[in-house]
């Protein structure tokens, strides 16, 4: 299984993702966990990602490209993938599908999950708070000003992915205002159906 989830910020991807490699056996790659390791590594990636990031920016297209492309040349990526937060612009699907064909593999979906804009910031609200009662230091950019400006990053950059993958029938869509467990099951059963050659994503208008 090769999967992308693609959503805004505080959509549920990671979550989903988490829940999704256990079910696949295959691995979680998250550009946001790698770069948020690269910072705290101190890494010459993660001193050019820091500032960006906890503002809300998108880090360069070239560097995010880099890191997915070096990380599906290990072999736990053979078995299957679940890409969360990667690919987040035109030129970076772009990128991901050379990638794919000169491996010779195929994307088996894109799993857009939709949320209301007010729920994301309740949704990351509620992280920084359970990340403080556990003595956790909450992320750099869960803060209002740093999410205004990821959700607009989303809506100009990423967004402009679900027209990408819907014409090339890669595109299924949930409802991401379900619990974590009735999205888990519907993406299971989107997967389930795409897999099973039942039905092939459809495009959209
Ligand atoms: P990244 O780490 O990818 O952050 P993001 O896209 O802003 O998404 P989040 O991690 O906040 O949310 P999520 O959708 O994973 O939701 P989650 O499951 O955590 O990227 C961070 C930064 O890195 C970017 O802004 C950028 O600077 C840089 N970056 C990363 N990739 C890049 C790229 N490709 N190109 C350029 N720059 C890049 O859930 C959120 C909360 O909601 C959790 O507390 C969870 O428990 C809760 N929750 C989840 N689902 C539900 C539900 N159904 N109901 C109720 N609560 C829920």
Redesign the pocket.
């Known amino acids: 299984m090769r999967l992308i989830l693609l959503?805004p910020?505080?959509?549920?991807?990671?979550?989903q993702a988490q829940r999704l490699v256990e079910r696949y056996s295959i691995v979680q790659l998250?550009?946001?966990?790698m770069?948020r390791a690269a910072v705290a590594a101190e890494t010459a990636i993660g001193l050019r990602a820091k500032d960006?990031?906890a503002s809300?920016?998108?880090?360069p297209d070239e560097v995010?490209v880099g890191i997915i492309s070096d990380r599906l040349e290990l072999d736990d990526a053979e078995n299957g993938f679940i890409l969360?937060?990667?690919?987040?612009?035109v030129p970076?699907a772009e990128a991901l599908d050379e990638l794919l064909s000169s491996k010779g593999i195929e994307l088996d979906a894109v799993v857009e999950l939709k949320v209301n804009e007010g729920a994301l910031l309740e949704?990351?609200e509620?992280?920084v708070a359970?990340m403080r009662a556990r003595g956790e230091e909450p992320r750099a950019?869960d803060n209002a000003e740093a999410l205004a400006k990821?959700l607009a990053s989303y809506r100009a950059q990423t967004e402009p992915l679900v027209q990408y993958y819907s014409e090339r029938r890669k595109l299924l869509t949930v409802d991401?205002m379900?619990?974590?467990e009735e999205?888990t099951k519907e993406i299971e059963r989107l997967l389930n159906a795409v897999t099973a050659g039942d039905s092939k994503p459809a495009r959209r208008s």
């Open positions: 959503g910020p505080g959509a549920g991807k990671g979550t998250s550009t946001g966990d770069l960006i990031m809300g920016g998108l880090v995010v969360d937060g990667f690919p987040r612009t970076q949704r990351v509620n992280r359970e950019d990821r991401g379900m619990t974590i999205v």
